[in-house]
Nanobody, 117 residues
Framework: QVQLVESGGGLVQPGGSLRLSCAPS????????MGWYRQSPGKQRELVAT???????DYVGSVKGRFTISREHAKNTVYLQMNSLKEEDTAVYYC???????????WGQGTKVTVSS
């Protein structure tokens, strides 16, 4: 079964940067949207950023101007460049692929990002 494999999380000081990556372990077809979500302890999972198959991006307000989502089409890989990190960005980050047909969604296992001095 195909899985999404994330990497790039870790511990960083406030103001620092991290780059997350997410790639499938096998072939996935009919992707229409790629995205990053995050979940902090005691909070619901929230959408951080999305990029459509046409390259249109969207961000939650709290990360606009600091985070950049991008994709490498040939490898079906999605990235999240995170700059000017804040302590409130601390969370487990999950990547998600939405498809135009079943199984409709793939999720990564999550990668932990901790922003702390």
């Amino acid at each position: 079964q195909v899985q999404l494999v994330e990497s790039g999380g870790g511990l960083v000081q406030p103001g620092g940067s991290l780059r997350l990556s997410c790639a499938p372990s096998g072939s996935i077809f009919n992707i229409i949207l790629m995205g990053w979500y995050r979940q902090s302890p005691g909070k619901q999972r929230e959408l951080v950023a999305t990029i459509s198959i046409g390259g249109i991006t969207d961000y939650v307000g709290s990360v606009k101007g600091r985070f950049t989502i991008s994709r490498e089409h040939a490898k079906n890989t999605v990235y999240l460049q995170m700059n000017s990190l804040k302590e409130e960005d601390t969370a487990v980050y999950y990547c998600n692929f939405q498809l135009s047909l079943s199984p409709w969604n793939y999720w990564g296992q999550g990668t932990k990002v901790t922003v702390s001095s």
